[in-house]
């Protein structure tokens, strides 16, 4: 009695108005602090577990962090409701290289290098400035009301994650699938370090094609060649050609000598080369492009490296030396043309390679660094998808998964920085040995000589892998391994399908040989109204702290998950918040509507001989949208989900049902009242658990409120369909219905009567529908502005100028007299022809006037045709109406 007690005083204590920022704060705080959010192990519930993926301790909350997880929350609470036991494991990425170059940053602002502090010291600063400023992003993901559990929380760097990405490395290298080796990599001349092939950004760039002429030692022939990088020129070691190629058949074996540069480079034959395309030769700089080193290789070419590591020529460049890479190639040019070796040059556009961080030009280069040997851990990953034990969702983007791991590359996975997880290998100077342990060995184990550990780290994605299982307890056999893991659902953006999914898909077979993840679920990017991406550069980047500010979380959620499917990038619209915190008033205007209206008594179960054909109406019509909304979800269907249950609440509960209700909540039969009531709570409270999912916050503040309910909403049961309220036939009726009202509101409207005037209803019905229509009697007095309504079964003794509707159950009459004065409205009337008849002359006076045809532009022409179209039509309609009323 106490707690019905303290509803009632939240029914009386519910504001006028609804508020986000006084209760969002405050409904998350409980969550948290009665632990809902947090799971563990429990054999008597299935299963639900989603790892985050983990955003960088270096980030801000943006609209993309938003829209990823609210996805993933809407999920979690679906199924926690569902009966699940519900695992939303979150945790911050390292992120090496954004991290260290907030921290270099920092330094420098107090004019130290990391060369100043050596290794061991800058990892004290990355340290501190990561437990100073890191994880700013998960308070901020609190604020969008994500129910993590948060007493999981991990992060990539510490001991346990750490101890499992050691593992895995060593496990690799001990069985031949991780080495060290010379090969060409992305350099990156920002950064200074080298990046995967999935950390580089391919844009559009506009430049040229230089044509460069090679000649013979003695001038007796030479080779064009066109480059759109002339200063690896420099670099150049080799021409090739096709062996098929006639044109060269005579002169592979020989040499050229490179222009400015006066070094012999020889003339050799490969199959690489098109002999279709340009001149048929290639200049061939095996440190300085991926292809050209796979040649070299064949035909053992040297490798020249002329750049260095922060982009700009070394000494082999002889007088280029020191000059950046792009410095030197204007020079270079100039002294090409000066020497005659430029032929010509062509303008040329082409795809460039960026770093996907800072997006300065990627420099390939050969470097020693350690790689993956990708192929044997992809082929078992190809067939996890292949063979339907991960689906994708929208399917559309198993291709981009197949194309990419069908023609995948080894992985350069050693980053020349310093945050990260440093690479578990061991260098003996004295004897040249090399050892990759997981714990670090005192001496040399070959010579007993002193060791020194590489300094490079690990590519950030190596350990972010191994995110669905290292943060579940790998490599040790915990309980919350065997049981959440595979995990059920990886939900992230279509642009992490090479970064990300296929490397935990292959570390997930490879350590645990079972799939990380069941379902991978990709949505698009989020970008601005007018479709372009969000960036700094354009300041188009939206704040979702300040949108949560303005309009809540919830409107934030709505509106990011209304009207976007699956894998498409939708646009960030501010109407769109807009009108989703006006759905939010509306169901708060609607809650306390009903809740100010339960009177003083306990509200009791629905007695279900007293439902009339609105409350069978409105409990089918909950049916359905809990069958829809339930299959949406169940289908990855988000958006047609709570468009479907913001239909329902919108517009049949609010709109319809709640007016349908008012005669009986202020009628005198109190049964009547009492079950309606009982009706109206039911509805309520269910639809309220079909919207939690998408809007929690304001979905749990009135939920609690509601009379017989739960603590919380978040652990209430998931609505399901009640098969005692199968009433289709009656709900079509009803639909009928509505259709009748609308039609006559429609009439109302066109002939402007006022709300006020009521005017007397026929509904000519058949028998079979009389029932129906005489129950459905009072709703059109309520709905449609009747004063009485007579069912009959004829148009007998009805005004033959009546107006009338036609639906499903029955024809609707009113007597025209009864909804207007004719003689007044005819004057009326009247005047408006007379009002368009000197429209239509104006108009044609202007059209017919020869002047005015000769000098006005098409558009101004154009407007007129128009105006004297519309003012016909609406001469023509008020014509027929005046024929029809004098009838």
């Known amino acids: 009695m106490c707690e019905q007690c303290d509803k009632q005083n939240d029914i009386n204590e519910m504001p006028k108005t609804y508020d986000p920022s006084t209760v969002e704060d405050r409904i998350y705080r409980e969550w948290e602090q009665n632990g809902y959010f947090h799971s563990e192990p429990n054999p008597d519930k299935p299963p639900y577990c989603i790892v985050i993926p983990p955003p960088n301790v270096t980030a801000q909350l943006h609209i993309g962090h938003a829209l990823d997880n609210t996805l993933q929350d809407i999920l979690i609470r679906y199924k926690r409701m569902s009966g699940f036991e519900t695992l939303w494991l979150p945790g911050t990425d390292h992120a090496s290289i954004a991290t260290e170059v907030k921290v270099v940053q920092k330094l420098a602002e107090q004019g130290i290098t990391k060369k100043d502090i050596g290794h061991d010291k800058f990892m004290e600063y990355a340290w501190a400035w990561k437990n100073e400023y890191g994880g700013k992003i998960v308070s901020q993901l609190r604020k969008l009301g994500s129910s993590c ?145 796979e040649v070299g290789l064949r035909c053992n070419l040297p490798q020249m490296c002329v750049f260095t590591e922060d982009g700009h020529i070394n000494e082999l460049g002889g007088k280029y030396a020191g000059l950046t890479t792009t410095e030197c190639r204007k020079v270079f040019v100039d002294d090409l043309k000066a020497c005659g070796a430029l032929v010509k040059i062509e303008p040329y556009a082409h795809n460039v390679g960026t770093c996907y961080r800072c997006h300065t030009t990627i420099e390939p280069m050969v470097s020693k660094q350690w790689f993956v040997a990708i192929k044997s851990l992809a082929e078992p990953a190809l067939r996890a998808v292949e063979d339907g034990r991960i689906k994708f969702v929208p399917e559309r983007y198993v291709q981009t998964y197949y194309n990419w791991m069908r023609n995948i590359r080894d992985w350069c996975i050693s980053r020349q920085l310093w945050w990260g997880h440093r690479i578990p290998a061991w260098y003996c100077d004295d004897c040249g040995e090399t050892i990759v342990e997981e714990t670090a060995p005192d001496r040399c184990p070959k010579c007993g000589g002193k060791l020194r550990q590489d300094e490079d780290v690990l590519d950030t994605w190596f350990s972010s892998g191994m995110w669905p299982f290292s943060t579940l307890g790998w490599p040790e056999k915990t309980e919350e391994l065997k049981y959440y893991y595979p995990t059920n659902v990886l939900s992230t953006g279509y642009d992490l399908i090479f970064f990300w999914i296929a490397r935990m898909i292959m570390f997930g077979l490879y350590a645990m040989d079972d799939i990380p993840f069941h379902t991978v679920y990709l949505h698009g990017m989020v970008r601005d109204e007018l479709g372009r991406k969000m960036s700094k550069s354009l300041g188009n980047g939206i704040d979702p702290l300040e949108v949560i500010k303005e309009y809540g979380a919830d409107s934030l959620r709505f509106s990011l998950t209304s009207g976007t499917s699956a894998g498409t990038d939708l646009r960030y619209i501010p109407k769109k918040v807009e009108a989703a915190r006006n759905f939010c008033n509306k169901v708060y205007n609607a809650s306390r509507f009903v809740m100010m209206n339960l009177g003083e008594g306990d509200i009791g179960p629905i007695d279900d001989s007293m439902l009339d054909i609105a409350d069978k109406w409105i409990l089918q019509r909950l049916n359905d949208v809990i069958r829809d909304v339930t299959a949406n979800l169940d289908s990855f269907d988000l958006n047609l989900a709570v468009d479907r249950i913001y239909s329902f609440i919108w ?127 009072p709703y059109l007095n309520k709905l449609a502005g009747a004063s009485t309504v007579d069912v009959c079964f004829s148009r007998e003794g009805i005004d033959r100028n009546a107006v009338s509707v036609v639906s499903k159950i029955g024809e609707a009459c009113i007597p025209m007299n009864e909804l207007i004065d004719i003689a007044k409205e005819l004057e009326r009337l009247e005047k408006e022809r007379k009002r368009w008849e000197g429209e239509v002359a104006r108009a044609n006076g202007k059209l017919s006037n020869q002047g005015f045809m000769a000098k006005a532009p098409e558009k101004v022409v154009e407007e007129e045709r128009a105006k004297l179209a519309n003012a016909q039509e609406m001469l023509e309609k008020l014509n027929a109406r005046i024929r029809d009323m004098q009838a």
């Not at 230089?210 to 990088?229: E, G, L, M, N, Q």
């Not at 096709?242 to 044109?247: A, C, E, K, S």
Request: with cysteine; hydrophobic share 40%.
């Open 149 to 293: 559990d948060w007493e999981r929380e991990r992060f990539t760097m510490d001991e346990g994650c750490s101890r499992a990405v050691i593992k895995v490395f060593v496990d690799l290298y001990k069985k031949g699938l991780i080495y060290r080796g010379d090969r060409i990599v992305n350099w990156c001349p920002c950064c200074k370090t080298a990046l995967s092939n999935a950390e580089v950004e391919f844009e559009e760039q506009p430049s040229n094609l230089w044509h460069v002429r090679y000649d013979a030692p003695d001038k007796s022939y030479s080779i064009i060649c066109a480059t759109t990088r002339p200063e690896t020129i420099l670099g150049d070691t080799g021409i090739a050609v096709n062996p098929n190629d006639p044109r060269y058949k005579d002169i592979v074996g020989k040499t050229v000598v490179v222009p400015i540069v006066g070094r012999e480079i020889p003339i050799v034959a490969d199959e690489y080369v098109e002999m279709d395309f340009g001149t048929g030769a290639v200049k061939i700089t095996p440190s300085h492009d991926p292809n050209d080193f």
């Open 651 to 777: 517009t049949e509960f609010c709109d319809w049902y709640i007016e349908m209700a008012k005669p009986r909540l202020y009628g005198e039969d109190e049964k009547a009242k009492a079950n309606v009531r009982s009706v109206l709570v039911h509805v309520l409270g269910e639809s309220l658990k079909l919207l939690h999912p998408f809007m929690p916050f304001i979905t749990e503040d009135i939920y609690t409120r509601l009379p017989n309910s739960e603590k919380t909403i978040m652990l209430s049961a998931w609505p399901k369909i009640n098969g005692k309220y199968s009433f289709a036939a009656e709900a079509d009726a009803m639909d009928s219905l509505m259709d009748m009202v609308r039609q006559i509101r429609n009439i109302r409207a066109e002939m402007n009567v006022p709300p006020s005037r009521r005017a007397h209803t026929f509904v000519v019905t058949t028998l079979e529908n009389e029932s129906v229509c005489r129950e459905a009697a």
